[in-house]
Each structure stands twice: as C-alpha cells, then as structure tokens.
C-alpha cells in the first residue's frame, strides 16, 4: 500500500447506494467518486440523512457495493469476498467513532493491542508495542483499566491509538469529536491531523461540524439525494 | 491473524455457552455411550445365552412348589417322564430347579460353606453366580449324553442339572474329556475343576473355590449344601427340562409334548427356547426403540440450549462483536472451531466417565465378559457433534451476516 504523501491511498468511483421501501430500491446517492490522500485530512461533510454514514460503511468495506468501486491503493475491493474484505480492513484500516467503539471487556492495553493481534502479531510483541504507544501518547491513563472507567475524552484517544497503532493506509473517523468537549475535541482534531502528517495516513473524518473544514486539506458536501434523481450530488472543495 | 489468537477471542467471548456446551455435550455423549453400553452388553448376553444352548423345553406345572412335590411323591412324574423319554423327538428328560435368591448370597455362603478365606466371597455380593453341585460318586465315567444345563439367566444362579451333578465325579485325578468342554456352556470351569481342586481335603462337604476365570463367579458345591441352600428359596421353580434333537422340529415336539401332557389332567405351562429367546429380543428391541427416543430428545434439547445460550450472547456482547468485525476479525470459523473442540473434549469425558465407572457396572449387572464394540457410539456421538456444529455455523451465519 502507497504511503508516500499525495499518494491516492482510497478512490471510490461512481458508487451507488439505495434502501428498500416497499420492494422498491430508492437511491440514498447515486455515482459517487471522491479519493482521499496519504498524509491528509480528507473531511466528508453532511447534514443527517445525507448519506455519510452509508458511505463511510461502504468506504470501510462492511457493506456490499452494489455498483461502482473503491481502490485502496491500486486494489479493487468491489468483487472481493468477506474473507478478504476483512483482511484488508485489518491491514489497511484504523476506525475511530462518535461512540468510541472501544470493547467494554477488554482493558485499555488489550484494546490498543487488538489491531496488532489482526494483523498476526503475537501477543507479546503486540502488549509490548501497545504499552509504548500509550506511555508515549496517554501517560496519564493506566492500560489495564477497562473503557468504563475513562472519561469520553480519554476513551476517543484510546480509540485513536487502536485506530493508529497498525499504521493503517486509511483511517476513518466518524463524528469523532462529537461526544466530546470543545477542549478535548480541538486536541482530536489536532492529533488527527499530525497523526495524517507524521504516519502518512489517509484520514476520512465524516462529520457535520463545519470547524472541521479549518483543518482537513479536502472537503467533500454530501447533499440529500431528491427521489429519482441519479447523479452525484458529492462536491469536492479546497 | 494468528489462530491461537482467533480461538483465544472466540473464547473469550463465548466462554459461558462454550462451557454450558461441554458440559451438556458430555453428559449427551455420556448418555450414548452408556445406552450402547447397555444394549450391546444386553445383545451378548443373549447372544450367549442361546447360541450354544441346545434347542429344549421346559414344563412347569400351574400348582406351584407344593403341587409339584406331591405331584412328585405320587409316581406320576416318573410315569410322565418315561412317556416324554419314549418320544423320538426328545433326547433327554431331567428334572430342573430353578431359584432365585437376591444379594444374600454372601452371609449364605459363608455360613454353608465354611470356607476359609471369607474374603473370596466378596464378588458373589451381587451379579450372577453360577453353582456346580458335585459329589464324590465311583465310578468316576461321566455319560457325555448326560452332560445337562438350566441356565437361569441374569442375577439369577446357573445350577447344573442334580441328576447329572450327583453322577460327576470330584476327583483330583479327574481329567474331562474336550468333548465335554465343548458340550459344556461353561466350558472352561471344567479345567479349573480338575486343577483347582487338587488339594482340597472337604470330600462330601463344600468342594469349592472361586473361579476367576473371565470374571466369572462360579461355586462349587457339595449336592446336599445345595439342596440345603435351596430350600431357603426366595423364589423357586421346578420343572422338567426336556432336550429335543433338533430345532426344526420345536413346533412338531411341542405338538407332541402338548397331547401327552393333556393326559396327564394337570395344568402345564409348556416353554421353548424360542419363546424365551423371542421375548427376551423383544425386551432388547423396546430398550433399544426407548434409548433411540431418549437419545434424539436429548441431542434436540442439546441444540436449543446451544442455540438459545448463544443467542443471548450474540445480544448482550453485540458491541463487542460489531467492534471485533468492523477490525476485520470473523467470529464464524473460530467459533465453530472452538465449539467443536470444545464437543471433542466433552466426548473424551463422557467416554472416560462411561468406561470406566459405568462399564465394570454394566458388565456384572449383564455378566457380559467379552470385548464391546464401542465403534456405534463414537459414530454416533461424532455425527451429533458434527451436526450442532453445522447446525451452529448456519445459525451463525444468518445472525451475523458473515
């Protein structure tokens, strides 16, 4: 996988995306095409009901594309089977959410090692490298306290070395700030784009806040999609 | 991602159902082995019972104990028996007693018997006993013809026929003839009588010891001890054991023996071999239809448990689970993984716990001393760990997608 900056590390091309209502497929967005770069913040911005979180589903690989592709790297993901999907999500993706998505019973280290151990690392190898990770970056947070016991901030930079630790080529940050408080939110949005910068990642916020545009070296508007009509309504900016 | 690691997460997760599993499938699979145990041990008993027996039958009269002695004392019962021996169908008439006594055959036999080492005694506390009844008798020629059985079956005693008993000769020089060890049902007691009785000085009381020979409990016996301990019956029948020459002719002799007894004006009860041996494959065909049932409704009752117990989990650790798949880790094949080899280990439990605490236990109850074929209950255990196993990975595969 390409890690060299401005290198395209994610290209999603013409895809589409419906829901079912009454038998009938209604399109959420039709012929999408976006691509996000290596070192850079790539923000995705949208009002409710636009689509974001189906696409970033799609971008992440948990749900079939039913028409068009994405390109991690030079690799087609389209036609792949679930197996292998989820490899590449192992290899290749870093997941950061509103929610923190961190497993409620693992410790903050088993949590940390968790992308490690995907990718076929031992277990020593991998409690070794997460405990570097969180002295370095999380001092003040014991490893062996379970998710419950932190406080929303510290849980998003938990979920931040999790999404970080396997060096992935793309990272993906669904409203990661959004549980949080303004000062711990500029800290997140601050990390994340160092963390872009300095890992060479691609990072894919979706979100809604607009303070987000600041930082992100792209912007995409996703707009609610008007029944029947197809074509993309994804507009790139910067 | 290595696999330990896999197997290490699917446990993590599923350790409650994956323990409720081995331990439901180990007493499942403990229930087949034993059910197989069971049947088999049962079918060989039967097996044995009547492989070798000569084709016979037994007459009893309606009356009871009483009846039979004064139906005895009257002359009419050797008048009968000449008549029965003057069939050419019949190759021996013989008088039969038949008692069953229950677990007081310990403190019996150490109070008749005097032996010296108590402790020998100790096998005979439950089970099948077979007793010889012998007597010092001259000369010592032992009519092959003679040779004669009652087999009473299990948990009852095998006593030999008194009329041939008080003929055999206990001698420490007897040698029997192999033609007897074959006739023989127990052939290989008849060796042990001529070795171990050498050096016994009880002539005309108890010439007994204990032999070991294939497990199996057998006393010798003085005739009069015997007749002694018969009378303290618990439950006695006496009869007339009719040998007949050939099984073919079973239907044609009963005929025979049906019309000779009417003129006697008692009340007979006429038994075949046949009649016993059907009943006793229909006893064994009802166990086996009752374990079938028992054991499908078991292995059903397995599966919902299975079934439910992980659906729970798949509820509550829905998070959880969502979170380990969006990192790519697939629960599918691991689970199903762990599963099975959680099934494995419960199995290899069952199998030690059957075989070794319940078989001795099966086999004295069903004095059954040759090897079992285990091969029908690990096929079936196997297929039933096999089967909720597939059954899991398809329940998997539609709750979680993947």
Redesign the interface.
Known sequence: MHKEANDVAIKVTDLDRYYLIDGKQSPIYKNLTLEAKAGEVTLIMGASGSGKSSLLRQIALLDNIPKGDIFYGHQSVASLGKAKKAKIRAKNLGFIFQSFALIPEFSVLENCALPLLMNGSKRTEANHKAKDYIKRFMNDIDPDKKPNELSGGEQQRVAIIRALIHEPSVVIADEPTGNLDEINAEFIKSELKRIAKSLGSAVIIVSHDKSFIESADAYYQLDACPNGLSKSLLTRYK | ??LD?KLLLAW??FKGPLFSFFILFAFVSCCIFSFFLITDSYEKQVEERFASKQPHFTLSLGGGVSSWSDYKASGELENLKRSLQDEGSILSVSEFTKVTKWLRLKAATAQQSGFESAQEYDKFSSGNVTLIGLERHFPSVIPLTELNYYDAGAYKFKITNLEFAADWLMNPSLVLPNAVLDASFFAPISQEVSIKSVGHGYQGKIKAFINDYNDESILYMGIEQIAAWLDDDDLKEEGLYLRILDSRDIEQGKNVITALLAKTGENWTVTTWLDEKSKQKSILLMTKLLGYSLISVLVFALILILGLNQANVFIK?A??L?????????LTLPLVVTSFFVGLLGLLLAYLVTFIWLKPMILQVFSVSTTLHQGMSWGVCITVLLLINLLNLIGMKNRLG?
């Open positions: 991602m290595r690691i993590r997760f650790k998070k959880s969502n979170i380990l798949y969006m990192t790519g880790y697939l993947y």
